[in-house]
């Protein structure tokens, strides 16, 4: 089993920064994609930024230039760097992660945090 915990949301004004983490563990064999996705008040949950093993990543257009999605391997953790910030942003910030579910398969499992709240104000 793996478990995926999530840090760094808050409170910020517009223009400011967060930098949210995801640390995953349990019983990890192996990590492919990591990927954090958002979802506001009343809306669907939608991709914000994700990021392979190999470094390869994918932004949605509203947050390009704006946040950097990073990872290290080494600790399993993914990261978010989130810069000028804007009261769009608001919403719950949710990671998840594909974890091998055997060895000697190609099978993996998707494996999601709780969430972590950012609220921008104006």
């Known amino acids: 089993q793996v478990q995926l915990v999530e840090s760094g949301g808050g409170l910020v004004q517009a223009g400011g920064s967060l930098r949210l983490s995801c640390a995953a563990s349990?019983?990890?064999?192996?990590?492919?994609?990591m990927g954090w996705y958002r979802q506001a008040p009343g809306k669907q949950r939608e991709l914000v930024a994700t990021i392979a093993t190999g470094g390869t990543t994918n932004y949605a257009d509203s947050v390009k230039g704006r946040f950097t999605i990073s990872r290290d391997n080494a600790k399993n953790t993914v990261y978010l760097q989130m810069n000028s910030l804007k009261p769009e942003d608001t919403a719950v910030y949710s990671c998840?992660?594909?974890?091998?579910?055997?060895?000697?398969?190609?099978?993996?499992?998707?494996?999601w945090g709780q969430g972590t709240q950012v609220t921008v104000s104006s």
């Open positions: 349990g019983s990890i064999r192996r990590i492919n994609n």
């Open positions: 998840n992660a594909q974890h091998l579910a055997a060895y000697g398969t190609n099978v993996y499992v998707l494996y």
